[in-house]
């Protein structure tokens, strides 16, 4: 079996000898910009120099020309350099060397890159001693490091393993003090809510709303009528509310006095995920800053929940309800996706991630 290597892509490709490369008309880097050519794929083949460096072999199908201003750098003064493997570089300025993405490799090891492959171009330094420039397409990524200590491989959030077990146990602990402490809240000041939506963009209407509170008593549940929208074929799938159910239900509109009702007399109003349900439910409040007292009152279950499982649970890495409930070994009551299923499941998912919510 040939010698192999893989690529930074996951490619693999083999040694060849050049003899092997030449039939295959395989051309080195060297050969290329001879021809004022540079490669534009991967290596498809490589060798080994005498000094241990990588050469690579381009396929010619694949190559570009070279940027004009590094094939017209002082060409009558041109100077050139054989390395131990035969391949002749030539000298050019950091500045060109950039424009081809070649960089020396203290460079690259700032960019985290490690070179395999032979120089590419050189120059000299202001004391003459020779700086090379290498590829940085066929350089080899470097693991990143721990952001913490920068002795460790990053695992996750730019932290190595044990730096993130230690910043996750303060995390989890701080966490779990914010959910177990007590709240006092009252049971009849703190409401669940969910909507049915004929869809989920701002111009879609409400088909349903179901509120309870804290004891689990049901403070509304209601079919809407939409006043604009005929058919919700997507979302009828889902919550299973057809237009002939909603045909004489109330419009949102003849809801609005009871609704402002129930909610002005609310601490906390709880929904899971509650961005599109306040963005339709908002409209029951004519001026921002009613929208605004109301705002102040709304919890997201689903926020919780994911930081729960953020500190708690790793493995969930889902958090719809029915993800929050299964976690929560909590059981559907009705139809699930309806709004009274979805709220009495949001208040028992609530319950769970804060079990010393109420006073009562
Ligand atoms: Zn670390």
Redesign the pocket.
């Known amino acids: 079996m040939k010698n192999q290597i893989k690529l930074r892509s996951g490619a693999t490709i083999c040694q060849l000898r050049p003899e092997e490369a030449d039939k295959k008309k395989y051309l080195t880097r060297h050969s290329l910009s001879k021809m004022h050519l540079m490669p534009t794929g991967e290596p498809v083949a490589y060798d080994i120099a005498p000094d241990g460096n990588i050469i690579y072999y381009f396929d010619p199908s694949r190559v570009t020309e070279a940027p004009p201003e590094t094939w017209y750098f002082p060409r009558s003064k041109q100077e050139t350099m054989t390395l131990p493997g035969g391949s002749i570089i030539e000298r050019m300025s950091v500045k060109n060397a950039a424009t081809r993405g070649y960089y020396t490799a203290e460079r690259l090891e700032k960019m985290h890159y490690e070179t395999v492959e032979e120089p590419v171009a050189y120059t000299y330094k202001a004391d003459k001693s020779v700086l090379y420039f290498y590829d940085k397409k066929t350089a080899k990524r470097l693991p990143l490091m721990?952001v913490?200590?920068g002795?460790?491989i990053r695992y996750r959030k730019k932290?190595?393993v044990?730096?993130y077990e230690k910043d996750l146990a303060v995390r989890r602990e701080e966490g779990n003090a914010y959910r177990s402490a007590a709240y006092n809240m009252d049971r009849a000041k703190v409401l669940f809510f969910d909507l049915e939506l004929t869809g989920f963009y701002d111009h879609d209407e409400i088909l349903s709303i179901t509120i309870i509170d804290g004891f689990g008593n049901s403070i509304m549940d209601t079919l809407v009528k939409p006043v604009s929208t005929k058919s919700w074929k997507r979302t009828e799938e889902i919550h299973k509310i057809t237009p002939a159910m909603v045909k004489d239900a109330p419009v949102l509109e003849e809801l609005k006095p009871r609704l402002k009702e129930i909610f002005a007399d609310a601490e906390n109003i709880i929904a899971y995920g509650v961005s599109t349900d306040y963005s339709h439910i908002k409209h029951i409040y004519e001026d921002e800053a009613e929208r605004e007292e109301f705002h102040k009152k709304i919890r997201c279950c689903a926020n919780e929940f994911v930081r729960y499982t953020h500190e708690n649970r790793p493995d969930i890495v889902h958090a719809s309800l029915t993800d929050a409930m299964s976690c929560f070994e909590i059981e559907w009551e009705g139809v699930a996706h309806s709004s009274v299923a979805d709220t009495l499941g949001c208040r028992k998912v609530w319950e769970a991630l804060f079990p010393n919510y109420y006073c009562n």
């Open positions: 721990c913490q200590c002795k460790d932290l190595c044990s730096c």
